[in-house]
């Protein structure tokens, strides 16, 4: 049967409490020089006796030196608590801050639109109407602004057309007046070459044989008054 579990409290004897004292405080100082050689560790060991009596280790640092750092060690963590419970603190006062400005402007932008009028005075309701009025005219002016600057590069665009439109329209004059200046290099030297020489002769047609006919007669045309004579005899003669 395995051992049960020990429960731990106070030895009412004092002979047996000094024995176990003696054992316990050799054990741990042997435990402490162990974990400082096996896992390099910087060790400081503190055990007061029931009578006050003084036990300490301290692995190769001196005790003043781990004491030291200990004390250095532990004032930061103290001023990195308190200094984010102060920090929670002020993010907890800045985030009431800032919700009490959403409201404000979603409040304020309601009634730009005309709602949740009721709750404010006359006074109130003139200081609104006087913002959204100068709000309007800053508007406005803006809005002049920008139709101005448009209307101004507008009229440069139409000026560059108008200008790209004659210099085009003088650009076709030019080559209505000037249309040889467009023919081919080709035509105009095979041109050159056929008015220099001189035109082919033409050969007449051969004569063809038809069957003789005889014309005879006179014409008599008399010159004065607009009566004129003509006289004509033609005489047939059949072909063999």
């Given at each position: 049967?395995?051992?049960g579990?020990?429960?731990?409290?106070?030895?009412?004897?004092?002979?047996?409490?000094?024995?176990?004292?003696?054992?316990?405080?050799?054990?741990?100082?042997?435990?402490?020089?162990?974990?400082?050689?096996?896992?390099?560790?910087?060790?400081?060991?503190?055990?007061?006796?029931?009578?006050?009596?003084?036990?300490?280790?301290?692995?190769?640092?001196?005790?003043?030196i781990?004491?030291?750092?200990?004390?250095?060690?532990?004032y930061?963590?103290?001023?990195?608590?308190?200094?984010g419970?102060?920090?929670?603190?002020?993010?907890?006062?800045?985030?009431?801050?800032?919700?009490?400005?959403?409201?404000?402007?979603?409040?304020?932008?309601?009634?730009?639109?005309?709602?949740?009028?009721?709750?404010?005075?006359?006074?109130?309701?003139?200081?609104?109407?006087?913002?959204?009025?100068?709000?309007?005219?800053?508007?406005?002016?803006?809005?002049?602004?920008?139709?101005?600057?448009?209307?101004?590069?507008?009229?440069?665009?139409?000026?560059?057309?108008?200008?790209?439109?004659?210099?085009?329209?003088?650009?076709?004059?030019?080559?209505?007046?000037?249309?040889?200046?467009?023919?081919?290099?080709?035509?105009?030297?095979?041109?050159?070459?056929s008015?220099?020489?001189?035109?082919?002769?033409?050969?007449?047609?051969?004569?063809?044989q038809?069957?003789?006919?005889?014309?005879?007669?006179?014409?008599?045309?008399?010159?004065?008054?607009?009566?004129?004579?003509?006289?004509?005899?033609?005489?047939?003669?059949p072909?063999?």
């Amino acid at each position: 049967m395995g051992r049960g579990r020990v429960q731990l409290r106070r030895i009412e004897n004092n002979i047996r409490r000094q024995v176990t004292f003696s054992k316990r405080r050799t054990g741990l100082l042997k435990k402490a020089h162990e974990i400082s050689v096996l896992c390099d560790a910087e060790v400081a060991l503190i055990v007061f006796s029931n009578r006050g009596k003084l036990f300490e280790y301290s692995s190769d640092s001196s005790m003043e030196i781990i004491l030291e750092r200990y004390e250095r060690k532990s004032y930061a963590e103290r001023q990195l608590a308190s200094s984010g419970s102060e920090s929670q603190a002020n993010l907890s006062l800045e985030c009431s801050k800032l919700t009490s400005t959403v409201e404000a402007i979603q409040r304020n932008l309601r009634q730009f639109r005309g709602e949740e009028l009721d709750t404010l005075s006359l006074r109130n309701l003139q200081l609104l109407e006087q913002q959204i009025a100068n709000s309007l005219k800053r508007i406005r002016t803006r809005k002049n602004k920008l139709m101005h600057e448009s209307f101004s590069l507008l009229q440069k665009r139409e000026r560059t057309l108008q200008d790209q439109n004659n210099m085009l329209a003088k650009k076709l004059k030019e080559k209505e007046q000037t249309p040889t200046e467009h023919v081919p290099q080709e035509l105009r030297n095979l041109a050159s070459s056929s008015s220099s020489s001189s035109p082919p002769s033409i050969q007449p047609p051969a004569t063809v044989q038809f069957p003789s006919l005889t014309i005879g007669g006179s014409y008599d045309e008399a010159m004065e008054g607009t009566n004129r004579k003509a006289q004509f005899n033609l005489n047939l003669v059949p072909i063999p």
